[in-house]
């Protein structure tokens, strides 16, 4: 008995790079990093706001919503591991990471003001 067509080449001459995601929506794509906060809120549609860093050299910079932020400033001595659990980072395809951010970031400035300092 024998499988002639049994599926274990990993090469079928439509290689992803690994610095590619195959977004549901858009397809293979660079991607960036989101909190899971604004995941949630792209399909959810809540205000949760969008921050991003300055220096990246990736696509996109990481991004993250208005809670990260306001978590990241009240523990200016935690550790980077500590925020990365409570942002979540997700993956999001650069298509999506654009979307995101002209819905949260848009309809931020729409409905609140940025903490003072
Ligand atoms: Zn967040
Ligand atoms: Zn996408």
Redesign the pocket.
């Known amino acids: 008995m024998q499988y002639d067509g049994h599926d274990s080449h990993a090469h079928d001459g439509c290689e992803i790079a690994p610095q590619q995601i195959n977004?549901t929506?858009?397809g293979p794509?660079d991607f960036a990093i989101v909190c899971m906060h604004i995941c949630r809120a792209i399909r959810g549609g809540s205000s949760v706001g969008f921050f991003w860093s300055t220096d990246t050299d990736g696509p996109r910079p990481d991004a993250w919503c208005r809670s990260c932020e306001l978590w990241n400033r009240q523990h200016p001595g935690a550790p980077l591991k500590e925020w990365m659990q409570v942002a979540n980072f997700q993956l999001?395809?650069v298509?999506?990471w654009d979307e995101a951010k002209t819905i949260l970031y848009d309809r931020f400035h729409e409905t609140a003001e940025p903490p003072a300092d």
């Open positions: 977004c929506k858009h794509h999001l395809c298509h999506c």
